[in-house]
């Protein structure tokens, strides 16, 4: 045993020296990159939500915003969307991931793969395509013929983007909920309808606390996607539904108010960074605790 102990070289301090610096080359190209085109633009907006069109360094365009019933109106709106968006998207994805996973139908596999190809669309196709058929000149209203006192213009307004937003983001929450669907031992469904268990409470009792992980955390990716959308609330045109990221766009293109669009910026970068905290924090929670349930469950091993 010395022997070979021996036979193995001992590692000298500037091999070590060398290893730790190549370890540092190899990390300085991912660094450059990521303080090149994230940390630096981002600086730069900080910097000039602080700085006035006198080029004046003060808080004043700070209160000025955020004080402003524009911004309390776009950041409350902004808010309720995502809310909203998001318990429809859990509720539908949820229900849809229940129905693949447990109650096949012919065809689908095929229904699956249409909604994981909503995944790789553009939001924008999807407020096109509601235009093409709830606009005033879309296909419902042309199959209505003016009845019913007037077009159907849902669309332009809070449900049309709400609509909008449950239809493209739903996958992101079916797909992992259906993917923890898959992970439940079949056996365990079937001692729980052995025993007289309802389907209802089957599924509330075996196969849902399996996919609580995979539920909070696509929860938690839509809350903050459906906080940052831009394309569906600019191609619908609901010229009253203003949030946050379209108060950057009115503020730093249409009226060239490029610190008062730098502060709403700060504040949107601000409140998805506090989204994610809150999304890996739930996650690890959660994951701590299956793992617990996990240690507490397992059967002990006899030897």
Not at 29 to 40: A, D, E, I, Q
Not at 51 to 61: I, K, P, Y
Not at 62 to 79: D, I, N, Y
Not at 101 to 110: L, Q, S, T, Y
Request: hydrophobic share 55%.
């Amino acid at each position: 045993m010395t022997a070979v102990a021996a036979s193995v070289p001992a590692v000298t301090r500037p091999t070590r020296v060398r290893r730790r610096w190549a370890s540092v080359l190899w990390l300085l190209p991912p660094l450059v990159v990521v303080l090149g085109f994230f940390c630096y633009p981002l600086a730069l907006v900080l910097r000039q939500s602080f700085v006035t069109r006198s080029g004046e360094v003060s808080l004043a365009v700070w209160q000025q915003v955020v004080t402003s019933p524009e911004f309390t109106a776009a950041l409350g709106r902004t808010v309720l969307l995502s809310l909203g968006a998001t318990a429809g998207c859990v509720l539908l994805g949820t229900f849809l991931a229940l129905v693949l996973a447990f109650a096949p139908f012919p065809g689908a596999r095929v229904v699956s793969r249409i909604v994981d190809a909503v995944l790789a669309f553009p939001s924008f196709l999807i407020a096109l395509a509601f235009t093409f058929l709830y606009g005033s000149a879309g296909v419902l209203n042309a199959a209505l013929g003016g009845q019913g006192g007037g077009p159907v213009d849902f669309l332009y307004g809070p449900w049309g983007v709400l609509l909008a937003e449950v239809t493209f983001y739903t996958p992101f929450v079916m797909r992992p909920v259906l993917a923890a669907f898959a992970q439940v031992p079949s056996a365990q469904l079937d001692v729980a309808a052995s025993l007289g268990a309802r389907p209802a409470l089957v599924l509330w009792r075996v196969a849902l606390p399996e996919a609580w992980p995979a539920l909070a955390s696509g929860a938690c990716l839509t809350l903050l996607l459906t906080m940052n959308e831009f394309g569906i609330v600019l191609f619908v045109g609901a010229k009253d539904v203003i949030t946050l990221p379209m108060l950057v766009h009115t503020k730093g293109i249409v009226t060239f108010d490029y610190p008062a669009a730098c502060v709403v910026a700060v504040v949107n970068v601000l409140l998805s960074v506090a989204l994610y905290a809150a999304h890996r924090w739930v996650f690890r929670v959660l994951g701590a605790g299956r793992s617990g349930e996990g240690r507490r469950g397992a059967v002990p091993n006899p030897a």
